[in-house]
């Protein structure tokens, strides 16, 4: 008998002015000193001061740690750690994409647990109740806002660290479409595509239930209808909205039916080259979906459908090709880079970027388990 268990944060607002709503249900559960996790770029557009400046007029202290790095560090963690004690904060608030999300709670499951965030590596190492988290969302995307992933470079080692604890799960996630019409489309696409991705993992996963496969499905759907459209126009709040939605089902999936060899290895090209996390899931997930087939068909079959492809008269082998010339089409339509090489990968590097790859925990999910040389081919295919 196998028992499945569903994560997700306990409250959820998605939808315009959800931001407003948002410091409403922060006064109500009472807290007062918040450190802000966010990055640079953000503060610059003036996005942050939205948020702070509704903070303060609530008499909510808002200190802001602006130090996350795309890829965030364990550096970045021990720094916004720091920040908390010295200002003795009562909760923290993510505002951004994935990277202040994973860095938030680091900072806030080391905040009670104590020790370095490098001691929290794999599956569910702590025992406390990190501090409580509010995630507010800006990108469509990581779906970190409402996960129990958190995913830290370990500078020495040159890897990214996958933390999947319940307890990083925050409180409270925040989709406000508002706040993602500043994006780039290059930001867009990659998180659109990294979105894509995670639901197409849980799909084929092998800890797929009914309910993660339902929420797959729709996310698929809603990305290829809407990806496109948030891409070619960002003020496209529509579009954007519907994209916050989709993000949102495909991290339903993943946070409980878990990931895929794309995961396992843009982990790898992430920590290694510090590259952008959605572009190497977008290269790298045609090439697994290719190497998933011989044991996925039927699922890929489905994906096919999900994205508008005539395929219910096709043997599932058949269709498994169309869903991943589907989403080839799809990732050059956003102007995804079309190969790894694109991204300067050196393929003198593919062997230890496979040993890592075969290390990192979202691989054990895959539907078809690879060898090392395997894993160094669909790097190959990739380059
Ligand atoms: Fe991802």
């Known amino acids: 008998m196998t028992v499945s268990k569903f994560f997700i944060p306990a409250v959820n607002s998605l939808g315009q002015g959800a931001l407003d709503v948002t410091i409403d249900d922060i006064n109500n559960l009472g807290f007062k000193r918040a450190l802000v996790v966010t990055d640079k770029p953000l503060v610059e557009l003036g996005l942050v001061a939205k948020l702070t400046d509704k903070l303060v007029a609530n008499d909510i202290t808002a200190v802001v740690f602006d130090g996350t790095q795309p890829n965030p560090t364990t550096a970045n963690v021990a720094a916004g750690l720091a920040l908390l004690q010295k200002h003795r904060c009562d909760f923290v608030i993510s505002f951004g994409g994935g990277s202040p999300h994973d860095c938030a709670k680091g900072?806030?499951?080391?905040?009670?647990?104590?020790?370095?965030?490098?001691?929290?590596?794999?599956?569910d190492k702590s025992t406390k109740p990190q501090l409580p988290l509010v995630a507010i969302n800006t990108t469509a995307g990581t779906a970190s806002e409402m996960t129990r992933f958190c995913i830290i470079t370990d500078e020495a080692r040159h890897i990214k660290m996958a933390i999947v604890d319940k307890n990083t799960t925050p409180i409270l996630s925040v989709n406000d479409p508002e706040l993602m019409l500043a994006k780039p489309a290059a930001l867009t696409a990659a998180t659109g595509m990294d979105a894509l991705t995670h639901a197409v993992e849980a799909l084929v996963s092998t800890a797929a239930t009914p309910i993660t496969d339902a929420c797959a499905e729709k996310a698929i759907s809603l990305i290829g209808k809407h990806l496109r459209d948030a891409v070619?126009?960002?003020?496209?709040?529509?579009?954007?909205?519907?994209?916050?939605?989709?993000?949102?089902?495909?991290?339903?999936?993943?946070?409980?039916?878990?990931?895929g060899y794309v995961h396992a290895m843009a982990h790898q090209l992430g920590g290694f080259y510090d590259l952008p996390h959605g572009v190497c899931n977008a290269v790298l997930l045609p090439h697994v979906q290719a190497f998933n087939a011989p044991l996925a068909a039927e699922k890929l079959k489905l994906v096919a459908k999900l994205l508008g492809e005539e395929v219910d008269a096709l043997a599932a082998d058949d269709a498994a090709e169309?869903?991943?010339?589907?989403?080839?089409?799809?990732?050059?339509?956003?102007?995804?880079?079309?190969?790894?090489?694109?991204?300067?990968?050196?393929?003198?590097?593919i062997p230890m970027l496979a040993t890592n790859a075969l290390n990192d925990a979202c691989g054990l999910t895959n539907p078809r388990q690879a060898t090392h040389q395997e894993i160094c081919q669909i790097f190959s295919n990739a380059l």
Request: charged fraction near 25%; glycine fraction near 6%; avoid cysteine.
């Open 107 to 123: 900072i806030a499951l080391v905040a009670t647990n104590g020790g370095d965030i490098r001691d929290y590596e794999g599956v």
């Open 322 to 349: 169309i869903a991943i010339a589907a989403i080839r089409r799809l990732a050059a339509d956003v102007n995804i880079p079309k190969n790894l090489s694109e991204l300067d990968v050196d393929a003198e590097d």
């Open 232 to 259: 070619a126009d960002g003020t496209d709040i529509s579009a954007r909205e519907q994209m916050a939605y989709a993000q949102f089902l495909a991290g339903m999936a993943f946070n409980n039916a878990s990931l």
